[in-house]
């Protein structure tokens, strides 16, 4: 059963209070909302069953996330904010046809779901421009998929289609962690050997928006008990999987700085802070390296997107071999 998000109840709130034409439009959204999460969504893991969790709950995720990088739901109007949200519902419905180019297949499903007599060809313009612009390559090829965005509008108010797209782009960034897999389904090797390493960061990640601080806490809690720092393979998957942190850490702090350019609303979250604890079965072990703390600030000469070069304690040669110390001594 679905539990409404504190942005689906605000607005019904605000859709209420413009009676009668609201109340239509708070009808839209539930009875798409409806069929999304019961028809849809929660059969996408029949077509990709090695995705990361695609379903109802994802949604809900990212229109939580969404709500709380924005704090205050009235930096948009009424009209923007019920955009919003059915953007959200409709982002990653392409999946359902499989995982390659799913963000270009959103409206045939918005097709289906409101039949002729709902139809509303600009709303549908605005929902699939802002969710096929989650994902994907833009008109000239490059992964810039939010320059091409214009202002539009929608029953008579003026939609800022970027800033809007950059919210959602963000909120769906942002939506990681243990709640997208299985702890059975890799103990049991029940993900493909591909799959596996996207289901291991999502069992071991945690995402924290900060409003107040201004920023998104990244933390990370990694046992290394099953690692044999003797065994070259074993050694060089953890080694990999290190590395894939570092890059998805990197990737999530680009879509800030990316996000908050095309998104004003955006602009408090000027860092990304990230915290990593090694343990070994029920022990953590002791502090192995500073927090890691990305920001706005680029040096000229710098390369800030190796987290090795720039917080060498991180390095493979420096980490591993303290990683191995302090695991025997544990012994």
């Known amino acids: 059963m679905w539990e409404s998000s504190k ?12 009676g009668s034409a609201g109340d239509a439009l708070w009808g839209r959204y539930i009875s798409a909302r409806t069929l999304l999460t019961e028809q849809i969504l929660p ?10 969790d695609h379903g109802p709950e994802h949604i809900r995720n990212v229109l939580d996330n969404a709500h709380q990088l924005l704090g205050d739901t009235t930096r948009l109007t009424t009209e923007e904010l019920y955009i919003l949200c ?17 963000n270009l297949k959103i409206n045939s499903i918005y097709g289906a779901v409101f039949n002729k007599l709902w139809l509303n060809r600009q709303e549908m313009a605005l929902v699939v421009s802002i969710g096929r612009s989650h994902s994907g390559k833009s008109s000239d ?16 108010s003026k ?19 243990p709640q997208r897999t299985s702890t059975y389904m890799i103990e049991t090797a029940g993900f493909s050997n591909e799959s596996l390493i996207h289901h291991e960061y999502a069992q071991i990640t945690s995402v924290s928006i900060d409003l107040g601080g201004g920023r998104i806490a990244l933390t990370y809690h990694i046992d290394i008990e099953k690692i044999d720092f003797n065994d070259s393979a ?8 290190i590395k894939y942190i570092y890059y998805r850490i990197h990737k999530l702090d680009s879509e800030r700085r990316y996000c908050k350019h095309y998104s004003s609303l955006l602009e408090p979250f000027k860092k990304t802070s990230v915290f990593i604890t090694f343990w070994k079965g029920m022990e953590a072990l002791e502090s192995v ?9 680029f040096i000229p000469g710098v390369d800030s997107k190796d987290i090795e070069k720039t917080h060498p304690e991180y390095g493979m040669d420096v980490l591993i071999p303290k990683l191995q110390k302090l695991s025997e001594e544990m012994e």
């Open 7 to 18: 942005i689906e109840d605000e607005l019904k709130q605000r859709l209420e209070s413009k």
């Open 289 to 297: 390296a500073s927090p890691i703390e990305l920001d706005d600030l």
């Open 159 to 177: 939609v800022h289609v970027q800033g809007l797209a950059s919210i959602l782009r963000f909120a769906d960034e942002l939506a990681e962690g």
């Open 141 to 156: 090829g490059t992964n810039d998929t939010l320059k091409d965005l214009k202002d539009d509008f929608i029953f008579g």
């Open 86 to 102: 059915q953007s959200i519902l409709f982002h990653d419905v392409g999946n359902i046809f499989g995982r390659v180019k799913h």
């Open 43 to 52: 059969w996408i893991r029949t077509n990709e069953a090695n995705l990361t």
């Open 234 to 241: 074993s050694l060089n998957n953890f080694c990999d999987f």
